[in-house]
């Protein structure tokens, strides 16, 4: 099995198991290993008072991109840390996309950037998460 392969097939178990994402309206839009692409259009329900994106649904979609990324070699995989820096604010009718690249990997902890653009390619945040890789896997691999 390719690592592309299994970053797919890792994703697919993930997905069907992850109803927040899915709540949110976000779609998969690539994966690989050590890499996920993740977008959603911003609805008028995932803004704050002051009208904008809520910090919170920005750090969500960067969240959840960067899940996909830790956990793409079929090793279950959480989050140990993050930290987001929010550079301008997202605004209802934008579609958001989250890239997420791993930046390194050792042993059972990594590093992966992910940065949060609007449909016009203006970076919205940029997140940075550390992982923690657990026991088992997402699916059965002989």
């Not at 301008?88 to 997420?100: E, F, K, M, N, S």
């Amino acid at each position: 099995m390719t690592g592309k392969d299994r970053a797919e097939k890792s994703a697919a178990a993930l997905w069907a198991g992850d109803q927040a994402s899915q709540w949110f309206g976000m779609a998969l839009d690539h994966v690989d290993e050590g890499r996920a692409t993740v977008s959603m259009a911003i609805q008028p329900h995932h803004c704050n008072g002051h009208g904008t994106c809520h910090g919170g649904v920005i750090f969500a979609l960067a969240d959840s991109a960067f899940a996909f990324a830790c956990n793409s070699r079929n090793q279950v995989t959480v989050a140990q840390h993050n930290a987001v820096t929010y550079l301008r604010p997202g605004q209802a009718g934008d579609v958001l996309t989250a890239t997420a690249q791993e930046v390194a990997l050792q042993g059972r902890s990594g590093i992966y950037d992910v940065t949060v653009t609007n449909q016009d390619g203006q970076t919205v945040a940029e997140f940075r998460g550390g992982s923690r890789t657990l026991r088992g896997q997402l699916f059965k691999e002989d």
